[in-house]
């Protein structure tokens, strides 16, 4: 049974890469029967988070946001990232109110409770490790689906982080939809695409 003084844990997925949404999850553990082997979501391989998702989902409340492309490049990453953590408890917050958050990093969100950020608090929170695993899966599974909506850029591998194969894939193709063009890399290619077509 959650405690009626509850605190949550925020965390977002996907700051980095150039393509796709940034995914925010909000967390609220019980005191008692918690997952075992919470820690940072990039610490974990797929099929643990997978795993820790589903178990953390089945004895917590839990409040998913996202931001999308569009909002990234308008807003930047940062404005975006802090925007997907107030949907995130807004969602939250229709189940179980927390009296205050802690959030993952050195800034935090304008939210209506007491805020808290501490600095890799994804590994040594608890209640941040499961907003950050919750965030991955959940995001990870959205550029899966894309991936089949943009063929070609592999995004079920990558989830759209900048690795050798998306970079070729992004030379090859130019930036499609789902693109942040607001982020170096992908204006290069865009400019790139451009003067190619240019010059045929």
Partial sequence: MLARMAICGIDEAGRGPL????????VILPAKGRPKGLD?????????????????????????????????????????SHLAMRRAFDELIKIQTPVAAIVDGNMAPDL??????????????????????????????????????????????????????????LARLGPCAIHRRSFKPVQDALQAQLQLRAAS
């Fill in 112 to 169: 209506p409770c007491p805020v808290e950020w501490v600095i890799d608090g994804d590994v040594i929170v608890p209640i941040v490790s499961a907003a950050s695993i919750i965030a991955k899966v959940e995001r990870d599974r959205m550029m899966t689906e894309l991936c089949a909506q943009y063929p070609g850029y592999a995004f079920s591998k990558h989830k759209g982080y900048s690795t050798p194969e998306h970079f070729e894939a």
């Fill in 40 to 80: 940072d979501s990039k610490q974990l391989t797929a099929e643990a988070r997978e795993e820790l998702a589903a178990k953390i989902r089945a004895v917590s409340v839990v409040g998913v946001g996202v931001a999308s492309v569009e909002e990234i490049d308008s807003l930047n990453i940062l404005r975006a």
């Fill in 19 to 26: 393509a796709g949404p940034v995914v925010a999850a909000a």
